[in-house]
């Protein structure tokens, strides 16, 4: 009886150990010691092939494929694992998804409500400014910040962008007046709401997907948006989508994300390849985005789409005081000192 409990028990040992190897982080390694392959499955919420979130997230696959010999095979997504970014994040923490590109504001629903901090209209005035900000110590305070208070589910390999947003609907605007009782297809809680609420618009939710169809019909007198993403979508052409007014009300922060312990499970090696791909899509993304501005402004024109620009320091005004609320309830006024001492 004794042997049989002593075979047992080194059997339970061995057996121990073999499922702890398993369940190790480490990345499997094939019969001559080189890691084996890697699949990483990236993915964004847009459709359109031409849009610079496509364009960033192939560059990311090719350079990663090609700094890797093909060891690390990219699969890109766009669209087809979800067009509403909070599917996206929920992926990325279930496992269905490694790499993700979303917006501050889906992140706060996860609890980190600091980030928000991105969609305050106006904290930007110019691309020079956001970039000096997201690429430098506040953009790197924020990505250590967002993988802490996430227990390193989410980890920033990168900040995208989205463009400039602007008005358009069914009327140019001239004065902050023109926009009293107006529906703006918009974020419908928090600073975006707050703040369009301010001008005396009415914000209004509509699905992406949905809003061409609610501006045709006239079921939403309007909507915000950069040139790249509602000139694709043909939104200019639309009954409630014609006219344009330049507003600037925000130059658009995206992050690149990855799951952080996915990526910790990785070997050095492939951790610096996907480093290295992920900078290469940024600046990838960022070229294109940039480039398609000027170009799709000058499609919405050729179509007989209206463009007009407009006295901003109203807006801005207006703008400031509830940014100081909402940096304060976020608890990030110093970060947002920070930021204005950069422009």
Not at 140 to 154: C, G, P, T, Y
Request: charged letters at 20%; one cysteine or more.
């Amino acid at each position: 009886m004794k042997k049989f409990m002593t075979l047992a028990l080194v059997l339970v040992l061995v057996l121990s150990v073999a499922l702890t190897g398993c369940s190790s982080n480490q990345p499997a390694t094939g019969d001559n010691g080189e890691v084996a392959p890697l699949k990483i499955i990236a993915a964004h919420n847009q459709t359109s092939p031409d849009n610079p979130y496509q364009i960033g997230l192939l560059e990311f696959k090719e350079a990663a494929e090609s700094l890797s010999d093909g060891a690390i095979e990219v699969e890109v997504h766009a669209g087809t694992l979800g067009t509403n970014e909070n599917e996206l994040v929920e992926k990325l923490q279930l496992g269905a998804a490694d790499v993700v590109i979303v917006s501050p504001g889906f992140m706060t629903q996860t609890g980190i409500k600091e980030v928000d901090i991105f969609a305050l209209p106006f904290l930007f005035d110019s691309y020079e400014h956001w970039e000096t900000v997201v690429d430098g110590d506040i953009g790197e305070d924020i990505a250590q910040l967002i993988n802490d208070k996430s227990n390193n589910q989410f980890k920033i390999l990168g900040y995208w962008t989205a463009g400039v947003r602007h008005y358009y609907g069914k009327a140019p605007i001239h004065s902050m007046e023109d926009l009293r009782g107006m529906t703006i297809r918009t974020q419908t809680s928090g600073v975006v709401a707050d703040y369009w609420t301010q001008t005396g618009a009415i914000p209004t939710s509509v699905a992406w997907g949905e809003l061409y169809q609610a501006l045709q019909q006239r079921t939403v007198d309007s909507a915000e948006n950069a040139y790249p993403f509602f000139v694709q979508q043909n939104h200019h052409k639309a009954v409630n989508g014609r006219y344009t007014t330049e507003t600037g009300h925000d130059y658009t922060t995206r992050f690149m994300l990855i799951n952080g312990q996915k990526f910790d499970s990785l070997t050095a090696e492939q951790q610096e390849v996907i480093l290295q791909a992920a900078r290469a899509s940024v600046e990838a993304e960022r070229i294109a985005l940039y480039a398609q501005e000027d170009e799709h402004k000058e499609i919405l024109i050729n179509d007989g789409g209206e463009v007009n620009e407009i006295d901003r320091t109203p807006f801005i005004e207006l703008a400031i005081p509830l940014q100081d609320k909402a940096a304060e309830e976020m608890g990030v006024t110093d970060l947002l000192q920070r930021i204005r001492d950069l422009m």
